[in-house]
């Protein structure tokens, strides 16, 4: 088991319905992440957050919303998503984003849009 | 053109067998380099970075060519529980690259 937790592990909401994701890393790391994997395509990295400041938003619709309110907590709130939003949605923590260091995952939200 | 790009596979090897492959990247800046495994609906994990002059660990080998932007692994006498995917990661600055895998069966 990793130092990392997701919930919720499963997911099925509405086009129109309100969600949030939830991380926690054990480890005492200073950066986290969020990461989408689709079927047969590379995880795609979402945003990077390094001493609860944000510091990537890779292009990310403004229907996914991050939120760090301290080092340990990961949110990813979700509104108005589309079937094409279904994935695997990883969290990940390092001990910061500047080094060779390695990124812990979370077991991940499946998620479906229906 | 992709940042990290491998061959899907699958790789179909029998036990005992040796197994390689390669990723390509695109960054020539890229500063460090992974090999991630993930198994079936599971989470990545670290198998091992791979350094300049080459590394292994254990039965795995992993090399790096700068010069051609590839990195390769190899699994020598294959386990059963080898079977995964097999992620190449390029880090550059802050940011990971990842590939969408490699898949390795390795059969009875």
């Known amino acids: 088991e990793t130092g990392v937790t997701q919930t919720p592990r499963h997911l099925v909401m509405g086009m129109t319905n309100k969600k949030s994701l939830k991380c926690e890393q054990h480890l005492g790391h200073n950066a986290m992440y969020w990461y989408k994997q689709s079927a047969k395509k590379p995880l795609e990295l979402m945003f990077v957050y390094n001493f609860k400041e944000q510091t990537e938003n890779n292009s990310v619709p403004s229907r996914f919303s991050p939120e760090c309110p301290n080092s340990s907590h990961l949110f990813l709130h979700l509104h108005t998503l589309q079937p094409e939003d279904s994935a695997l949605y990883l969290c990940?923590?390092?001990?910061?984003?500047?080094?060779?260091?390695?990124?812990?995952f979370g077991p991940g939200t499946r998620l479906t849009v229906t | 053109r992709k940042e990290v790009e491998q061959d899907p596979g699958p790789f179909n090897v029998p036990e005992g067998a040796t197994v390689a492959f390669n990723c390509t990247y695109s960054?020539?800046?890229?500063?460090?380099f992974f090999w991630y495994r993930q198994d079936c609906r599971k989470e990545p994990k670290l198998l091992m970075s791979?350094?300049?002059s080459g590394n292994e660990d254990g039965r795995f080998t992993a090399q790096l060519n700068r010069a051609s932007q590839y990195i390769s692994l190899l699994i020598r006498d294959s386990k059963l529980s080898d079977s995964a995917t097999y992620l190449c990661?390029?880090?550059?600055?802050?940011?990971?690259?990842f590939g969408a895998g490699t898949t390795v069966t390795v059969r009875a």
């Open positions: 990940a923590s390092s001990q910061d984003p500047g080094g060779a260091y390695e990124q812990y």
């Open positions: 990661v390029v880090k550059h600055d802050y940011k990971l690259s």
């Open positions: 791979v350094y300049s």
């Open positions: 960054n020539s800046a890229s500063q460090s």
